[in-house]
């Protein structure tokens, strides 16, 4: 199976993901990583993922921009047609269900926060709303790390109750991040 996973940064990917990404790997699935390439990239590439880059601005709102990154992932997933698709961050979710949406591709997300759009309400949390009503009506699963997120989600209509469930946070390797003394 081809999995396509993508977030805003390589680092959140090998910082937050890399569990799930080498589980992907050992069950002899083909991943591809879109995000932005960084010092993780190498790290991605060694554990067994191909990586695609795409240019992604933080907190950008220049139309002409956005709707380049929103063509660029329609574009990969024409050309690669994953079997699934796993969005990490809010434009890598709105943009790759999209994408996946007008492919035809089943869609898995996970939403880890409101971030500022919500937490400081502007006009432009209309729009942000619209695009994720858009986006997730057609995903397979949309996980919240945490229950309030989940209540506001399904109570702004942005996704329907029964595709979403609430997971307990992405867990942490004890490998990696082991306790030291202070």
Known sequence: MKILVSANTSWYL?????????????NGNEVLLLSPQDHTSPELKNIGCRLLNIHLTGKGKALFSELASLIYYIKIFIRERPDVYFGFTIKP??????AARVVGVPTVVTITGLGTVFIRPTWFTGVIKSLYRISLSSAARVFFQNQADK???????????AQTEVVPGSGVDLNKFSIKPL
Do not use: D, E, M
């Not at 979710?93 to 999209?98: N, P």
């Not at 209540?151 to 109750?161: C, D, E, G, S, T």
């Open 151 to 161: 209540n506001y989600f399904v109570k702004h209509r942005l996704v329907r109750a």
């Open 14 to 26: 090998w910082n937050f993901r890399t569990g799930l990404l080498r589980c992907f790997l050992a």
């Open 93 to 98: 979710v709105i943009y790759g269900s999209l």
